[in-house]
């Protein structure tokens, strides 16, 4: 189990629930939108996709990705943002099972059709937070 976010980045984590993930192949970015269930006790995203999409393709052969969530604002004072790496890879075993619950518990009407789950394992992040103090940066990494 990794250690846990600071509590901010959590919260902030849980109020949102669409991430941006960026892909590489062959030196040439491509990035992606999904909805997120965040799995607090792992510190990961989980979301679903199909196989036949380019970001899974290209998550296939470089399971390394970046992303972020934001809030959406024009207004200085209240912007908030994780930025984040990691690594993607297809719910297995155990994994689907921690995956699926988390899952349906953010979205409970997925239980009405198959899900093919992804695990966004987050390595390091860095929340910025202008309601903390304009520029204010809250920053983590996974420990060994």
Same mark, same amino acid.
């Given at each position: 189990?990794? &250690?846990?976010?600071?509590?901010? !980045?959590?919260? /902030?984590?849980?109020?949102? =629930?669409?991430?941006? $993930?960026?892909?590489? +192949?062959?030196?040439?970015?491509?990035?992606?939108?999904?909805?997120?269930?965040?799995? &607090?006790?792992?510190?990961?995203?989980? !979301?679903?996709? =199909? %196989? %036949?999409?380019?970001? !899974?393709?290209?998550?296939?052969?470089? #399971?390394?990705?970046? @992303?972020?969530?934001?809030?959406?604002? &024009?207004?200085?004072? +209240? $912007?908030? @943002?994780?930025?984040?790496?990691?690594?993607? *890879?297809?719910?297995?075993?155990?994994?689907? +099972?921690?995956?699926?619950?988390?899952?349906? +518990?953010?979205?409970?009407?997925?239980?009405?059709?198959?899900? *093919?789950?992804? #695990? !966004?394992?987050? /390595?390091?992040? #860095?929340?910025?937070?202008?309601?903390?103090?304009?520029?204010?940066?809250?920053?983590?990494?996974?420990? &060994?």
């Amino acid at each position: 189990m990794a &250690e846990a976010f600071p509590q901010k !980045i959590t919260d /902030f984590i849980k109020r949102h =629930h669409v991430i941006t $993930v960026a892909t590489v +192949k062959d030196g040439q970015p491509w990035c992606f939108n999904a909805f997120y269930a965040f799995d &607090e006790e792992n510190q990961a995203f989980i !979301i679903t996709s =199909h %196989d %036949d999409t380019r970001h !899974i393709q290209e998550v296939l052969q470089n #399971k390394r990705i970046a @992303g972020s969530v934001v809030l959406e604002t &024009e207004i200085v004072g +209240k $912007v908030q @943002g994780l930025q984040f790496s990691g690594e993607m *890879i297809l719910c297995e075993d155990d994994d689907e +099972k921690q995956a699926k619950k988390v899952y349906i +518990k953010r979205f409970p009407l997925t239980t009405l059709t198959p899900k *093919i789950l992804w #695990k !966004i394992s987050i /390595f390091d992040a #860095k929340y910025t937070d202008n309601t903390l103090g304009f520029g204010k940066k809250l920053l983590w990494q996974r420990g &060994e």
